[in-house]
């Protein structure tokens, strides 16, 4: 029952959609309909990038254009029919978008615009200067295409677009449900985390590149079909900022959003061409504006100041709207004053605004989401995978002669570290000696000047962090790196990605591979947030939890990963003394399943109390090592503590 | 020989333009993080204000550069207070690149608007007859533009090195925070360095004005190869810039002359993907170490 519910929409949407040329004669509007859901498909893409890895890409326009010529080309040089144009654009510009995503992978924000605004650029010049290939500024003409024998007819093509529509939100719909939507939002929250939960920033960048650009690719080969001619000037920069808006507008991380920002941009420009109508509909979005405003003001959600520019700008682009003659020819201003308005007013797009001023006037308080429960919780699970008693007391870690330099700086001179099997070993030093520094070199994030780190008597040095995570190192950080935006039950799943092997064939069909390894993470993950006592907090924000939740949060994270060896750093840090009484109770516990620990610490007292061996270090050297009680005794550490 | 030294004289000229604009990304980039994107359309923006102060107004060329100077002021510190700082506030990178593009859409939908949609051209100060000098023939405006191009970021570079005002902008550069708690209005030095950026974009503009023609549509790709430039050498490298620039421009001409003038505009796009792809910071730049 409750699934035949959340399917209510897609089935009205179907229903529409197949009624919409039945009873709509004029072809005009079934073609401003189909365009519309064109758009949808490559905003679908764009939301990838934008909403769920968090860059900016003005490329899109550019890879739209690449899909379009695709079949533009496959069509009118080779007379390819419709079945074998559309898997060829999509792969073609996800290629592309595999080549675009190179550069675009060592850069962020404004860096990563530009890299994908030149993208885009080079993509239009090339298209307009390889007439060859392209016919150039001429353009390509194509028919609508065949259906067992006969030329489609509009209304036959619009019911083509709409099924794909349907099949990508569908298939879009599950990648970022599943483990890879995952994947790109923790690369947005924190792409350091991200790396050492063994989850490549690296590769799933590249990954959320091709998917996206196969998604603009497929939308550009459905638009060369529904305009049956392309030329190169569709596809410039104005219409990667379009698409841009867009997103921003419809709203992040939503499909319903995309289809909104679609019909906006679509219906849009078409409004901007009739001055009359303009000018009703901004009177109505002034008036609307002002009433919500009002409302709002009197349910006192808002202040005056708050409201003050928005409203003014709508009722000043109303009055605007009545002092023009021709509204053709500051279209792009108009338009570059709606981005101004949303960029700053509607930052969470139309859905998200309509989202919390429901729950606003209506005095709900934000469900959240999720379908998880602290009762289906299955205590049976094996939530830490027991790395037993083999060879206690071994040697699993050697860091020999260790030297990092950053300038003239030695934050690391010379330290030899040994960590036995199955030990917690302690990094003590005062603030700046070099601890937090160890810990970056072990899992990658820094690569030592010289001297060499073996876990397992394999070297670590020059392997990147989501390897070293992989082959069994985990951490938490000092300064608490979670994937904010994400759930307490979430943060841990990136933890298990680990265990997934299924590929996105698996995931589009939802194939029982898949299905298995997503219910056992949930259940695992159920078992470990239980195990730090979160279970309650499961569908909570990870940045709405207070602070030492979030660092069990942390430990609960990294020991999904399954690791052999466990870093804390700082752990007990702006902990209460009774959260501090449950994290030694933690600590021991996973001690006893086998797990070595390396722990960063300035709380004496739970250093002493659960350490076995204690190093301690200052200005980047090593000056005493031993047992807790022995160090504590040190001359040398004693004097580094408290100086003179 | 002949053609090498022509390509070259050119690609100087066309480079030194490409530098200056850069040099206007680097002031805002240092003092806030920031860049405008639509730094392209302050150089069109001043150089169409040029034509009207020239040819309705009746002014002289040389008098007519600081009334430039002075409205691209006024265009920069427009920019940063519309577009700029409520991002800043909100912490918005979006923001910022979302604010600064839709400006830069607006104001050359606002110069098509005022002054029409075809190039114009601009009555050149200087005589148009090429000298000839090492076998190339080289116009007087393409020296003019190299020297006022150095002249202007050396100008720049006095100014923050010398004086009091120009240390309070070094300092907000290197620490915003530090700067704030030493009693510098650090967000009036983020004001006046895009001022100060969109004044040498508008000078950029009146420079280059009479080697090409004036319209609306001038603007967008200069300031995306300066920001090529930028990359190329280094956001925060004023040599790196010249040299990026100079690189840019020559490469840019020899494609015109030995391709076609279509595929000007790819070499410096690629070159700017690729420095990006294997060094971030810049041919000249120094790689930040990050914190974890």
């Known amino acids: 029952m409750m699934k035949l519910k959340s399917h209510l929409p897609l089935l009205a949407a179907i229903v529409g959609l197949i009624g919409l040329p039945l009873f709509v004669e004029n072809p005009y509007y079934i073609h401003l309909a189909e365009t519309i859901l064109i758009y949808t498909i490559l905003l679908f893409g764009l939301d990838i990038v934008v909403g769920y890895v968090g860059q900016v890409s003005l490329g899109h326009a550019g890879l739209f254009g690449i899909g379009s010529y695709t079949a533009g080309i496959l069509f009118f040089h080779l007379g390819w029919p419709v079945w074998a144009t559309i898997p060829a654009s999509i792969i073609v510009t996800a290629i592309f978008g595999g080549i675009l995503a190179l550069p675009a992978l060592k850069v962020i924000g404004p860096y990563l615009a530009m890299v994908t605004l030149a993208f885009g650029t080079i993509a239009q010049i090339l298209i307009n200067e390889m007439s060859w290939l392209t016919e150039g500024p001429l353009g390509i003409k194509l028919t609508l295409p065949e259906l067992m024998g006969t030329t489609m007819t509009a209304s036959e093509y619009f019911w083509l677009v709409a099924a794909i529509t349907i099949l990508a939100l569908i298939v879009v719909d599950r990648f970022v449900k599943s483990q890879m939507g995952r994947a790109f939002e923790a690369l947005r929250d924190s792409p350091v985390a991200c790396d050492c939960m063994g989850v490549s920033v690296y590769r799933f960048k590249v990954i959320a590149f091709v998917i996206s650009a196969g998604f603009a690719g497929l939308a550009g080969c459905l638009y060369a079909y529904s305009e049956q001619y392309i030329s190169p000037n569709t596809y410039n920069n104005e219409l990667a900022v379009l698409f841009l808006l867009a997103i921003i507008m419809g709203g992040r991380k939503s499909r319903l959003g995309a289809a909104i920002g679609a019909a906006i941009i679509v219906l849009l420009p078409k409004l901007l061409d009739d001055i009359n109508l303009f000018r009703i509909v901004a009177s109505i979005i002034a008036i609307v504006v002002t009433l919500g405003a009002v409302l709002a003001l009197s349910k006192k959600i808002t202040t005056p100041k708050r409201v003050a520019i928005p409203v003014a700008g709508v009722v000043g682009l109303a009055a605007f709207s009545f002092w023009l003659n021709s509204i053709a020819d500051w279209r792009l201003s108009i338009f570059g004053f709606m981005i101004l308005l949303v960029v700053y007013y509607l930052q969470n797009g139309i859905v998200g605004f309509a989202k919390t001023f429901y729950l606003a006037i209506t005095g709900k308080t934000k469900t959240t989401v999720g379908e998880a429960t602290a009762e289906n919780t299955d205590s049976s699970v094996d939530f830490i995978s027991a790395v037993g008693n083999k060879n206690t007391g071994a040697e699993l870690l050697k860091v020999e002669s260790v030297l990092m330099q950053f300038g003239g700086l030695k934050a690391l001179n010379n330290v030899d570290l040994s960590i036995k099997r199955g030990t917690i070993h302690g990094l003590i030093g005062p603030n700046g000696s070099g601890k937090s520094t160890m810990m970056n070199v072990l899992t990658g994030i820094y690569i030592p000047t010289a001297g060499n780190v073996l876990y397992a008597d394999e070297s670590v040095v020059g392997k990147t962090s989501s390897e070293i995570a992989l082959s069994g190192i985990a951490r938490t950080f000092q300064n608490v790196q979670l994937f904010g935006e994400m759930t307490a039950l979430q943060n841990i799943l990136v933890g298990l990605h680990h265990t997934f092997k299924s590929n996105m064939l698996d995931i589009a069909l939802h194939l029982p591979r898949y299905l298995r390894e997503e219910r056992d993470a949930r259940n695992r993950a159920m078992a470990l947030l239980k195990f730090v006592g979160l279970e309650d907090l499961a569908n909570e924000e990870a940045r709405n939890l207070p602070y030492g939740k979030q660092r069990l949060l942390e430990i609960a994270r990294a020991l999904a990963l399954d690791p052999e060896l466990l870093l804390l750093d700082e752990p007990a840090a702006g902990l209460t003394a009774p959260d501090i009484k449950e994290l030694l109770r933690i600590i021991r516990k996973i001690r006893d399943n086998g797990i070595t620990f390396i722990l960063i610490e300035h709380h004496m007292d739970v250093v002493m109390s659960v350490c076995d061996t204690v190093s301690v270090l200052d200005f980047g050297q090593k000056i005493a090592e031993g047992k807790p009680a022995e160090v504590q005794a040190d001359e040398k550490v004693i004097h580094a503590y408290l100086g003179a | ?292």
Do not use: H
């Open chain 2, 1 to 292: 020989m002949d053609m090498l030294a022509q390509i070259l004289s050119s690609g100087i000229a066309v480079g030194m333009i490409y530098a200056v604009i850069a040099f206007g990304f680097q002031l805002t980039f240092a003092t806030s993080g920031t860049l405008n994107f639509g730094q392209g359309e302050a150089l069109m923006l001043g150089a169409l204000v040029g034509l009207t102060c020239v040819d309705t107004l009746g002014m002289n060329y040389w008098a007519m550069i600081p009334v430039v100077c002075l409205f691209g002021m006024l265009q920069g510190s427009f920019v940063e207070l519309i577009g700029v700082r409520p991002a800043i506030k909100i912490k918005s990178e979006f923001g910022w690149i979302m604010s600064t593009i839709a400006l830069g859409i607006i104001f050359k939908n606002v110069a098509e608007n005022v002054w029409g949609r075809d190039a114009l051209p601009f009555p050149p100060p200087l005589p148009m007859e090429p000298m000839s000098f090492l076998g190339a023939n080289i116009l007087p405006m393409e020296i003019l533009v190299v020297v006022g191009a150095l002249v202007m970021m050396l100008l720049v570079e006095f100014f923050n090195r010398k004086t009091i005002y120009g240390k309070a902008v070094v300092a907000t550069a290197n620490d915003r925070d530090a700067a704030g708690l030493m009693g510098i209005n650090t967000s009036m030095v983020i004001t006046f360095s895009y001022a100060l950026s969109s004044l040498t974009a508008a000078f950029a503009g009146v420079l280059i004005a009479p080697l090409t023609l004036t319209g609306a549509t001038m603007g967008g790709a200069l300031g995306l190869k300066a920001f090529a430039v930028a990359i190329i050498g280094g956001l925060s490298s004023g040599m790196g810039i010249i040299v990026g620039g100079l690189i840019l421009g020559i490469v840019e001409t020899a494609t015109g002359f030995y391709f076609s003038t279509g595929y000007k505009d790819v070499p410096g796009l690629i070159l700017l993907l690729l420095v990006l792809a294997y060094k971030p910071s810049g041919l000249f730049g120094k790689s930040a170490i990050k914190k974890v």
